[in-house]
Antibody
Framework: EVQLVESGGGLVQPGGSLRLSCAAS????????MSWVRQVPGKGLEWLAN????????YYVASVEGRFTISRDNSKNSLSLQMNSLRREDTAVYYC?????????WGQGILVTVSS | DVVLTQSPLSLPVTLGQPASISCRSS???????????LTWFQQRPGQSPRRLIY???KRDSGAPDRFSGSGSGTDFTLKISRVEAEDVGVYYC?????????FGQGTKLEIK
């Protein structure tokens, strides 16, 4: 069974940093592109970043480029999102998603709250 | 960026009746490999999105056969042949043909 489990969320002050992780299981992680997607509570979905199977390619949406960094460790079946210079508008539930652009499996999401 | 416009944004439906959601794209979603990367998701209250349809019309194995997708180019439709109570939630279309990938605004389906 494919499982994606996010962790690392919580409350952080504006300007602060946070690192999200996603533990993958039930499939050969190294064979898939992976992504992060977020959802402001009660609002729509926003694609944030993609990473190639071997991390040779990474893509970001303009709103997070230069502040967020996607990475992966295939030996640990783990995906990460380093978030720096956080803003109030980054408050959202963050999802780990497998295999863009097919988007076939999603994690349960982790809440990040940026507030003083 | 590619804009996906869904309609309606609110969809009250009587149990057992059909429902239809439109998703219109600001540009073609045909990728260089010839496939059209238009996907439909269902998000039930309190849950993560769940994929129902990919590449316009391919239904996921876990999706009930009352769900179907159609369309081409820039105009796409999700249809539910007979709405059931478990279909309540928000439905999103998404495109994976042009970076950055984008989502529609969502259509909230409720039971009348």
């Amino acid at each position: 069974e494919v499982q994606l489990v996010e962790s690392g969320g919580g409350l952080v002050q504006p300007g602060g940093s946070l690192r999200l992780s996603c533990a993958a299981s039930g499939f050969t992680f190294s064979r898939y592109w992976m992504s992060w997607v977020r959802q402001v509570p009660g609002k729509g979905l926003e694609w944030l970043a993609n990473i190639h199977q071997n991390a040779s390619e990474k893509y970001y949406v303009a709103s997070v480029e230069g502040r967020f960094t996607i990475s992966r460790d295939n030996s640990k079946n783990s995906l990460s999102l380093q978030m720096n210079s956080l803003r109030r508008e980054d408050t959202a539930v963050y999802y780990c998603v497998r295999d863009p652009p097919k988007f076939d499996f999603w994690g349960q999401g982790i809440l990040v709250t940026v507030s003083s | 960026d590619v804009v996906l416009t869904q309609s309606p944004l609110s969809l009250p439906v009587t149990l057992g009746q059909p429902a239809s959601i439109s998703c219109r794209s600001s540009q073609s979603l045909v990728y260089t490999d010839g496939y059209t990367y238009l996907t439909w998701f269902q998000q039930r209250p309190g849950q993560s999105p769940r994929r129902l349809i990919y590449k316009v019309s391919k239904r996921d194995s876990g999706a009930p056969d009352r769900f179907s997708g159609s369309g081409s180019g820039t105009d796409f439709t999700l249809k539910i042949s007979r709405v059931e109570a478990e279909d309540v939630g928000v439905y999103y279309c998404a495109q994976g043909a042009v970076w950055p990938y984008t989502f529609g605004q969502g259509t909230k389906l409720e039971i009348k």
